[in-house]
């Protein structure tokens, strides 16, 4: 699976930006598709993931209820509307292919697209 970010960008306090991740393989319909982030000096952490059919989606507790992902499979690619965006989201955006990992008990990925910079101003 082959994964494209775009869409990032500057914004301020309390704005929107939206994120897409453009998806590329034989399987890209047979995984979830979704979103980490990695702040400067952080470690990347989990931030929203949307199964196969789009029937069951997940969100990290600090992005609810302000960002919204969405998938279209006829177009393979993932969507991430973010609102009332604050400081903290401020970041490296991963789209990735999650899946849960028991071991870890956390959200992992084997694969991997480019990062887009969101930064929020104050």
């Known amino acids: 699976v082959q994964l494209q970010a775009s869409g990032g960008g500057l914004v301020q306090v309390g704005g929107s930006l939206g994120l897409s991740c453009a998806a590329s393989?034989?399987?890209?319909?047979?995984?979830?598709l979704g979103w980490f982030r990695q702040a400067p000096g952080k470690e990347r952490e989990f931030v929203a993931l949307i199964n196969r059919s789009g029937g069951s989606i997940v969100y990290a507790d600090s992005v609810k209820d302000r960002f919204t992902i969405s998938r279209d499979n006829a177009k393979n690619t993932v969507y991430l509307q973010m609102n009332s965006l604050k400081p903290e989201d401020t970041a490296v955006y991963y789209c990735?292919?999650?899946?849960?990992?028991?071991?870890?008990?956390?959200?992992?990925?084997?694969?991997w697209g480019n990062g887009t910079q969101v930064t929020v101003s104050s």
């Open positions: 990735a292919a999650p899946h849960y990992d028991s071991r870890i008990q956390n959200f992992a990925s084997n694969y």
């Open positions: 393989g034989r399987t890209v319909s047979s995984y979830n």
